[in-house]
């Protein structure tokens, strides 16, 4: 294997009906990843898709009076539409209608069977049609499906199995000699947990409906879905017809996944695979959800979030960062409008964009709009320059892991430091004093130099946003800066170019907040219905809605830094971590408690307030406490809870 290739996937995600945002989460993972590698200069395949076969599908084109594959047709298009929109640079599109698919399926199915590991026999059992799976009677829940909670039919016909059971001993065995095999590692406890309690053969022939590949040694039958769908991340590489891509690119295979599919790729695929004398993928890596309103989304809750709404509302890069930055490693994250309007006006708006701004302003008005020579330095600067010297390896590491947030988040302690390092430095006060024209040149390159190796590392997570910024700095034609070679090193961006400046690259978002998920009749409420709704409450005016509750994001917060604020008697500035990322909290209990008395503790932070700015530090939340008779006391946790973890 050339250990500079690259392969990565995303599952093929079913037509049955429109995607939603927790399907651009996981692409988005996988073009940050597929982008990440290309600036490396590693040779990457980055493979999406649509798995279109089955039951569900049949029923849902007869209802429509169409042909199955005229139904898909329609679906699929809108898949490849949002890709577009999203910004995502996949290589292929795997369809599992076409016949190069059909081509491998059938021969893979024809070696394991020719090997004695398929065999006929009748099938009893429960089918649960929406999550296209079977279910003994032990895996039911009060009847119904385990993964989905909806019905379950009682299935009886024949079908050809896979002997599974054979190989889970190798299976178990694999897992332990290659621990990178599936991430994190709670999943791969989860899995292997499973694995132990038993595995049963797989059915993977249908015949009650022809929607699907058919079996090449018995065409009444209809090859299971899973069976055929799985096998798309070979039959894309042209597994068995010579076709290079597979000796290129398979050893190097990157699934990326929902926590919900694991077990398919974990167990079936890597058993399916070793059967057939094929190496398991490298890795699976399995997310967790995107929740809304605190569940999983579906139609009939009403809570299906369109991401191509969102992104004609406020931008792909947005979107993608939000999507990237808000979900924490493996666990389940959650979005609201809120929490994306604030995150955009945060991060984005205020912290990237504004830095930017302010030093495109800066150049104009005090170095002729031209980025000038480094003068003399100071230790300030070498603070600044040891946060950008770190950075690529901390990003690479965490990019390695998988951990997106955690990686953007080391990107903004650059913006952040050099949001910091204006104001230590006062340019403004430097453009005064002739003496002072070179400690000025250095300023003003020093920050210069901290957006370009900063736009270099966002440029795999948010495309569109580095050719605004080379623009308005002038940069737009020398490449040479603008990669990843370029910023293993200080001092890369030439002097004397003119800048551009132009508009904010992320205007702060000010406009009533719309709720994307809601169907659009349910969002005009009249004034008379306000007034009325106000008359009513009169006498319950303390009262509120459970909805009004769930506005609040309360998070639990580990301080991890304290300090008094100067020439403020009543105000501490806290550093607090919410899982991957850290904001700064500034509270006013410093006549209750000394700084180091709540370093280490958890605490319980208000995380979707709007930032507000006390004696020149920025705020970004709240802390709970509780007061009475000049006493107070800051809510902690009576047990070890992770930070991050979602008051409820």
Not at 102 to 122: C, M, N, R
Not at 390 to 396: A, C, F, I, T
Request: proline letters at 5%.
């Amino acid at each position: 294997m050339d250990n500079r290739t690259f392969y990565v996937t995303t599952p093929i995600y079913y037509p049955s009906d429109k995607l939603h945002i927790g399907h651009a989460l996981t692409t988005t993972m996988a073009d940050t990843l597929a982008r990440y590698k290309r600036m490396r200069g590693y040779d990457v395949f980055f493979l999406t898709g649509s798995d279109e076969h089955g039951q569900k599908i049949e029923r849902k084109a007869k209802e429509a009076g169409v042909t199955p594959l005229a139904y898909v047709d329609k679906i699929v298009a809108t898949f490849q539409h949002l890709w577009k929109k999203l910004d995502i640079s996949n290589d292929d599109f795997i369809r599992t209608s076409e016949e190069r698919h059909k081509k491998v399926v059938q021969a893979l199915f024809k070696k394991i069977y020719d090997q004695g590991d398929i065999y006929k026999s009748e099938y009893e059992g429960w089918y649960c049609t929406p999550c296209e799976t079977f279910w003994t009677d032990r895996q039911l829940v009060e009847g119904n499906c385990p993964d989905c909670g909806r019905p379950v039919e009682l299935v009886k016909e024949e079908s050809y199995f896979f002997r599974m059971s054979k190989y889970a001993d190798r299976l178990l065995q694999y897992i332990e000699d290659h621990p990178e095999f599936i991430q994190p590692v709670t999943r791969r406890n989860e899995m292997v947990s499973f694995i132990k309690q038993g595995l049963e053969d797989l059915c993977i022939s249908r015949t009650t409906f022809d929607w699907g590949i058919p079996v090449p040694i018995d065409e009444k039958h209809v090859i299971y879905v899973w069976f055929d769908a799985l096998t798309n991340y070979i039959s894309a590489l042209g597994y068995g017809s010579g076709d290079p891509k597979f000796e290129k690119y398979w050893p190097s295979a990157v699934h990326l996944v929902g926590k919900d599919i694991m077990r398919f790729h974990t167990i079936i695929w890597p058993i399916i695979l070793i059967a057939a004398g094929i190496e398991p993928p490298v890795t699976v890596f399995g997310h967790g959800w995107l929740l809304v309103d605190g569940g999983k989304m579906s139609k009939s809750k009403g809570n299906v979030v369109d991401p191509l709404v969102l992104i004609d509302k406020y931008g792909t890069d947005a979107i993608r960062y939000f999507l990237l930055r808000e979900m924490p490693y493996g666990a389940d994250g959650y979005y609201s409008e809120d929490a994306l309007i604030l995150r955009t006006n945060t991060d984005l708006a205020n912290d990237y964009g504004n830095l930017l701004s302010r030093t495109t302003s800066m150049l104009n008005k005090f170095c002729q709009g031209q980025i000038p020579a480094p003068g003399e330095e100071e230790p300030l600067d070498q603070e600044l320059k040891n946060i950008a010297k770190g950075l690529p390896e901390e990003v690479d590491q965490a990019l390695g892991r998988f951990e997106f947030s955690a990686a953007l988040g080391a990107i903004w302690k650059l913006v952040s430091k050099a949001n910091k390092y204006i104001e230590e430095t006062a340019p403004w006060a430097l453009a005064k004093d002739p003496s002072q024209t070179g400690r000025l040149g250095t300023v003003m390159y020093n920050l210069v130099e901290a957006i370009r190796i900063s736009t270099v590392l966002l440029s795999p997570f948010m495309p569109n946003t580095p050719a605004k910024v080379w623009a308005q700095l002038g940069l737009t034609e020398h490449l040479d800066v603008q990669n990843w070679d370029s910023i293993l090193s200080w001092g890369k961006t030439p002097v004397g170019v003119k800048i551009n400046r132009g508009e904010p690259i992320f205007p702060r978002i000010e406009e009533e907040k719309e709720n994307i998920a809601a169907p659009a009749e349910e969002k005009k409420v009249t004034a008379e219905n306000k007034n009325q709704a106000q008359a009513e409450d009169k006498e319950a005016v303390n009262l509120i809605e459970i909805e009004d509750f769930a506005k609040v994001d309360l998070r639990v917060a580990e301080v991890i830094a304290a300090k008094k604020v100067e020439k403020a008697d009543k105000l501490l500035e806290l550093r607090v971590r919410l899982g991957e990322e850290e904001r700064t909290v500034v509270a006013g209990i410093a006549l209750h408690y000394a700084p180091e008395e709540l370093v280490g503790k958890k605490i319980i932070l208000v995380a979707n307030l709007r930032p507000a700015k006390l004696r020149g530090i920025t705020s970004q939340g709240m802390i709970l406490a509780a007061s009475q008779d000049g006493k107070l006391g800051v809510l902690t946790l009576d047990r070890d809870i992770p930070s991050g973890a979602k008051v409820k």
